[in-house]
């Protein structure tokens, strides 16, 4: 590290992906086809930061620096954090991003790298990390990036959002899954993202953890902690609540049914999508579209009911299903 960076802020920072400008209110940012082709785009635009969001995720309030191009920041020092709890942060904000309206995809480590504070309004330099997100937003940072790689601002500039829509969308995807206090964002979000790039059999694997913990949750508070349905029978709630073998998921998933909390419908396709997952842990068989896309709509299906909102619309279903990137 060079002296001149000792005594600076630093950041942990990932990036929005795909990569996506954020402005001021108000503001449009444009960068010509010639500015891109040359190299001679204004750089300080990327770099500047245009925000601050707090995000609170396990009980932990973090405020993010936010930089115009998407860069989303942690600052070192103002906790003291392992690099799964780094993940867990990231992808908790940027699932809510995309329950709230705009696309985005879960991060690992290879993305999580670092940045320093620049006088008091730029994130600069930072380092390049091991991802190729991570590469590409750094090189065009500095200007490095050759103009097929840099023609991305192109695109990124008409699809901007202002830093109050970004706060708007983290506060309706905060809305959706606020209250279901066992859900791992990060399973939804690396589900959903690997969902799009035909990943079937990694999505269901991660998407089947947000089943279970929904039916959990469906569970505890739409039947153990519904009076009418328990009589006053000692320690009942006490077996119901914590034995697991006798009441599996898959009897949970029936109860639930029987009662009318999930729907025919839904509880039908969870069946057979069972099986599948069942043949992808015990014998390695792989899933396929349609099971996968299966269990991703019966989600759709079980959050509103989880979360008692009307829907979850905003999950941008276009961009997810642009399966160009893989194939069918």
């Not at 802020?9 to 960068?31: A, D, H, N, Q, V």
């Not at 609170?56 to 115009?68: A, D, K, Q, R």
């Not at 908790?92 to 705009?102: P, Q, R, S």
């Not at 998407?207 to 039947?223: A, C, M, S």
Request: proline fraction near 2%.
């Amino acid at each position: 590290m060079e002296k001149s960076q000792i005594n600076k802020k630093r950041f942990w920072l990932c990036y929005l992906y795909p990569m996506r400008l954020i402005t001021l209110e108000g503001e449009s940012i444009t960068f010509t086809l010639d500015e891109i082709n040359d190299c001679t785009y204004d750089q300080a635009i990327l770099c500047r930061i245009v925000g601050h969001l707090s995000n609170t995720f396990n009980g932990i309030e973090i405020e993010y620096t936010i930089c115009g191009d998407g860069a989303l920041l942690i600052s070192i020092n103002e906790k003291s954090f392992s690099t799964n709890d780094l993940i867990l942060h990231f992808n908790d904000f940027l699932c809510k991003l995309l329950l709230g309206g705009i696309y985005v995809e879960a991060i690992n480590n290879k993305d999580i790298t670092t940045g320093f504070l620049h006088g008091k309004n730029m994130i600069w330099p930072v380092n390049f990390g091991e991802s190729l997100s991570s590469n590409m937003h750094a090189r065009i940072r500095m200007r490095l990036a050759s103009n097929t790689e840099a023609i991305v601002l192109y695109v990124a500039c008409e699809s901007a959002k202002s830093i109050s829509e970004i706060n708007t969308a983290l506060s309706r995807g905060n809305a959706i899954i606020g209250d279901i206090d066992n859900i791992s964002t990060f399973y939804l979000l690396t589900g959903i993202s690997e969902l799009r790039y035909g990943n079937w059999s990694a999505s269901l694997s991660n998407l089947w953890i947000i089943t279970e913990q929904i039916t959990d949750f469906l569970w505890e508070n739409r039947f153990l902690a519904d009076e009418t349905r328990n009589p006053n029978i000692p320690s009942r709630i006490q077996s119901l609540r914590q034995d697991n073998r006798t009441y599996s998921a898959s009897v949970k998933q029936e109860i639930l049914f029987q009662l009318g909390i999930i729907p025919a419908d839904i509880y039908s396709e969870l069946y057979s999508i069972r099986k599948a997952r069942n043949r992808l842990v015990h014998e390695g068989k792989m899933v396929n579209k349609e099971v996968a896309m299966g269990l991703y709509k019966t989600i759709k299906t079980l959050l509103p009911i989880a979360s008692k909102q009307e829907s979850i619309a905003p999950l941008l279903d276009n961009e997810i299903f642009d399966f160009s990137h893989s194939m069918e």
